[in-house]
């Protein structure tokens, strides 16, 4: 829940920055900088089904390890947004990486969401585990984003300054995520689940 919280600041401050440097602090965006972030979310979905289709079933498998793959992705992708606005001459290629991990962070994390919620759904109420899930993924969302936006208020937009608030948000995620995933036990049998039973032959 706290990690959640965490990731959502950090989106919420990111964005703030990504905004920031296509132009809105200056006024209306111009059409040139809305092209331009359109292009940006054409390459993260186009990156998202490729990774999709490289990784195809092994989801299944070690769905804990893509969903930390997820939230560092999504670290990744904000701290990237959050050096847009000292680099504003290569904004489409900045915001397009960003955007491309997001994507595939978002992948990761719903691929890799459906297998945890499975091991979690011990009498056939799969459908309930996920509505608490999803109950609990909207909670977050909506105090990571009043927090957020009372947070970035008084940041403001210097990137110094929202990378200052950056650092220890992503730690907590991180933490939290890792923590949380070792909660979760799965029967799948994994790469390094077949290596301990090799390895005692």
């Excluded at 498998?61 to 560092?72: E, F, S």
Aim: charged letters at 10%; one cysteine or more.
């Amino acid at each position: 829940f706290l990690g959640l919280i965490a990731g959502r600041l950090q989106s919420v401050l990111a964005t703030q920055a990504a905004l920031f440097a296509v132009g809105l602090g200056a006024g209306a965006i111009p059409m040139a900088a809305a092209v331009q972030w359109v292009l940006k979310d054409g390459v993260g979905h186009a990156c998202a089904i490729l990774y999709s289709t490289a990784v195809n079933t092994r989801f299944d498998a070690d769905a804990k390890r893509y969903r930390l793959h997820a939230t560092v992705g999504h670290t990744l992708a904000d701290m990237i947004s959050i050096s847009l606005p000292l680099f504003p001459h290569y904004f489409l290629i900045l915001a397009s990486i960003s955007s491309a991990t997001h994507s595939v962070a978002n992948m990761a994390h719903l691929a890799s969401r459906a297998r945890i919620q499975a091991s979690f759904a011990r009498q056939g109420n799969l459908a309930d585990v996920a509505r608490t899930g999803q109950t609990q993924s909207q909670l977050t969302n909506l105090l990571g984003t009043a927090i957020g936006a009372t947070l970035s208020w008084f940041v403001g937009p210097n990137p110094l300054h929202v990378g200052a608030c950056m650092v220890p948000l992503a730690a907590t995620s991180l933490y939290c995520m890792y923590r949380s995933s070792r909660v979760v036990v799965l029967t799948s049998f994994n790469v390094q689940r077949a290596e301990r039973v090799f390895g005692a032959i």
